[in-house]
């Protein structure tokens, strides 16, 4: 099959690239190499790459035609960034998600997968679930649920089936490093490597769930398979992630011993948990993977 991806050169999107190609698809890449966190931007050769802004129609239109299945993942990804920019932040996130959805429609895309977050539930309390209403804390997360919002509108509305993936704290091989405001786990992992004391933020009690990168690529084949006797589930939310979290603190002392504690930053969750139940009826798909071997792995390396 055709599969478009935006955001391909990315973390997510470079991963899922190289399964889709593994798995015998021709695929096609918008990234416009925007983001800021990334030290380097990954290929594969046998894919189809285009520079552009997924928010600029006339440009990209033309290369969703003959597209069976479009995996969104361009975003400004990053809830501090986005607290300091939150126009580029709703172009992108926004606008650029309508504009995917708008060109796969014209096009007769078959289904679209968007990248979402479990920022979206904010204050809610764990574990969390699909149900809960959205309390969204900063820009990135208002922004990325209105696209949530505009996948359940083009689906309802204009019949284009849309899969909604909310995504907790992912990590794994090729997660940005670069800067303050990278991942977690990335960080720590380079602080660490550079014989640096890792930067905990607050006092380090705030808990997450941590899901490796290969169940959430998973998670998006297994939605691009999905059977269309689930219409019903269409433009909903579907939570990936683990149902198990760790403490920052917890997480670092796995690291190292040497800490550094720094301000805490507004807009952030205290706690983040999922239910991942519905992604296993839904979609047959659990987690498999746990960030204490992926460490354990990393130190080793």
């Excluded at 380097?40 to 033309?62: C, E, L």
């Excluded at 126009?87 to 429609?105: F, H, P």
């Amino acid at each position: 099959m055709k599969i478009l991806v935006t955001g391909g050169c990315g973390f997510i999107g470079s991963n899922l690239v190289d399964r889709l190609i593994s798995d015998g698809h021709q695929v096609v890449v918008i990234d416009d190499e925007s983001a800021i966190c990334h030290d380097q931007f990954y290929y594969n050769h046998r894919a189809f790459y285009y520079k552009n802004d997924i928010s600029d129609y006339v440009n990209t239109r033309p290369l969703y035609d003959d597209v069976d299945f479009v995996f969104h993942l361009a975003a400004e990804s990053r809830i501090q960034p986005a607290l300091e920019n939150p126009l580029q932040t709703v172009k992108t996130n926004t606008l650029g998600t309508a504009t995917v959805l708008q060109c796969s429609r014209e096009a007769g895309v078959k289904r679209v997968m968007y990248s979402s977050t479990s920022s979206a539930y904010g204050l809610n309390t764990p574990p969390l679930h699909e149900e809960m209403d959205d309390d969204c804390l900063n820009p990135y997360s208002v922004a990325k649920v209105a696209g949530e919002k505009l996948c359940k509108m083009y689906n309802d509305l204009f019949g284009l089936q849309t899969v909604v993936f909310r995504y907790f704290n992912v990590y794994g091989p090729r997660e940005p490093v670069k800067g303050p405001y990278a991942p977690v786990v990335g960080l720590f992992l380079r602080q660490y490597r550079a014989n640096e004391p890792l930067t905990i933020v607050g006092d380090g009690g705030q808990r997450r769930d941590f899901t490796h990168v290969d169940d959430v690529v998973e998670a998006n084949i297994n939605a691009m398979k999905m059977l269309d006797t689930w219409d019903y589930n269409y433009g909903t939310p579907i939570n990936v992630g683990t149902g198990v979290n760790y403490s920052v603190l917890e997480l670092a002392n796995l690291i190292s011993d040497v800490v550094k504690f720094i301000s805490q930053r507004p807009g952030e969750a205290r706690e983040t948990l999922a239910d991942a139940r519905k992604a296993g009826y839904v979609l047959g798909w659990s987690a498999k993977k746990k960030i204490t071997d992926y460490i354990e792995e990393q130190l080793k390396s």
